[in-house]
């Protein structure tokens, strides 16, 4: 996928399985723009796109609005076969805030419909046409060739685009050819093709100035490509395809991208998540030194480059906020006090740091700063709140990111989401205009239904005692966690594997997985029996209980609680009994057994274990070699419809 | 070693999505003048699709020597083994 970031539209997430229904449904909405936006924001197949322009063009035949989708009249004119890009144009630019219809030509008949007054493409009222034309249509073949002939050649379709259409060009650079002549002298020879055409490039660029007609580097896209997979002989022989196939989805999100800043549909405003985007680690639980950041470390400059992609843009106009579930104490000492951090508070307009859902702080943020939805782009590493952003706010562009942090910063850049047609003075101090110095915004309202997504996500918890082969895993959350953890109870490698034989003592590993795959070990539990308790209590104390901030909010310390629950029934528990000691790292957790319904006694709090336990939300599958007598498969896995069979002893 | 079984298949996939008709049944002695809509864009883009699904290439000069579905399964098994 690292390979090919680019054609494959990495940043954007896979269509559904059921994409074709999906479209169907759109059709029949009575105002299909948003839904058609929102599908027309995948990774799509030339297939696909083709699917998306049938159905705009059904629905223009029809007269259904595509509000808020601003319309837009582009020509498309080249020497190439334009047959498979002109489709592929139309279903990109839904993905850019644009209903876009197409004016083209007979193949082959290109300079007439520029010079004739009366032509299809000039009399069409085209908002823009776009000049799709590569070196093979320039005199720049022949020995003699000169770039300056080729470049008057594109002036005078300019010219008459702008005097009988009224029209906007937008224009193309070259993509040389990857064929060389001399070697590394083509550079330098005159008469060598990749000479002639660096020399176009450039000269057009002059020429531009001053005009309002817009350049599409699409030179600049067959590099990022690799010139020998964009330009493809066999099937310019074939087809008469101008580049490959394979490149049409990209160069198709490209006129898009040129196409929404036409229109305004630009992005101002990235949104930054913190822990494992803008850094690496878990600030909460690696502390201020033990986050990743530094020059000069592997790990530490893929964060880097995200901070300085950031910056950068934001000396261009962006506006920076961040949303991140942190203590904001926590969180902003890392910009205060981290001498490697190069994102500062004064570059961030609003910092929200707290423990609720991203979608309702973004929604707080664009509220602030008067901005809307579709301003917005949000940058985080976890797919579980990618996802809740994309549900509840589609308006926000949400980019998928790689597994290795590395490739975050180019795949950001690659998502084209601040594309601008020019660069002012004004853009220059934009960022500042809406500065607020990290400040922090009140949540008006949740964002929306967030137990519908969850309820989405197809998780799995899986719930193991102690044992040997988790053993590193548990001493590490044990020695590490901070945030989430009740009692910051620290033990060795040698305790931990001693509670392993231990049967007197009660402990869960558990693990999460859902749709986006394995979210390894998320949480730890010891109980012992409760040493202070009257004599014939059953009673077992939570000495430890510990979750990673990762899945928060996903009703994990229920489903937990209701395991805890069931296993001390089992074993004659009457009693729960835990505490909370302020570690001043953990006030997140200050509320938990009050939540959980905990009754306060004392210092303590308690729970008695016949009192019915939480309905699942999500599936349960338990180890085999699990403390749980009345199980008699091996790896148990059951539905939410198909209670464990303790679950109805108990209910009895 | 594909099973021309599998790849007529995954040929009926590649013909019903660049054509969107689902209806679409290929057969060895198929042709284009048997499938409506399949003209010189439609077989630009087939074989585009073949090209992909299977990672074989066909040359100009033996996409040319193509009379019917059964001799493009052909030259799939034969490329692709």
Known sequence: MISNLFESLAWLPRPPADFRQRLRDAMELDAPGPALHALATHALDAANLRRLSAAVAALAARGTSLAPLAPFRLGVLGNGTLDLIVPALVGSALRHGVALQCVTVPYGLYPREILDPQSAINRAGCDAVLLAFDARALPLQAADASPAQALDMIDGFRDNLRRHGGTTCIVQTLAAFPEALFGSADRRIAAAPRYLVDAFNRDLVARLEGSPDILFDVAGLAETVGLARWHCPAQWNVAKLPFADACVPLYADHVGRLLGAMRGKSRRCLVLDLDNTVWGGVIGDDGLEGIEIAEGHAVGEAFRAVQRLALDLRGRGIVLAVSSKNDDAVARRAFRDHPEMLLRENHLAVFQANWNDKASNIKAIAEELSLGLESFVFLDDNPVERGIVRRLLPEVAVPELPDDPAYYARTLAAAGYFESLAFSEEDRRRAEFYQRNAERVALKQSAGDLGAYYASLGMEIHFAPFDAMGRARIVQLINKSNQFNLTTRRYSEAEVAALEQDREAFTLQVRLTDVFGDNGMISVVICRPEQLHAAGSRTWAIDTWLMSCRVLGRSVEQMVLRELVLAARRRGIERLVGRYIPSGRNTMVADHYATLGFSRDGEAWVLDVASPESAPTMKIVRAPTFDCPLETRSLETRSLEDPPPEDRATAA | ?81
């Open chain 2, 1 to 81: 070693m594909l099973s021309s079984d599998s790849v007529y298949e995954r040929l009926n996939r590649i013909f019903r999505d660049v054509l969107d008709d689902d209806a679409i049944v290929l057969r060895a002695e198929t042709t284009a003048a048997d499938v409506e809509g399949w003209d010189s864009m439609v077989n630009v883009q087939l074989m585009l699709g073949v090209e992909q699904e299977f990672g074989v290439h066909l040359s100009a000069g033996q996409m040319q020597a193509l009379h019917n579905v059964g001799d493009l399964v052909t030259a799939i098994v034969s490329r692709a083994a």
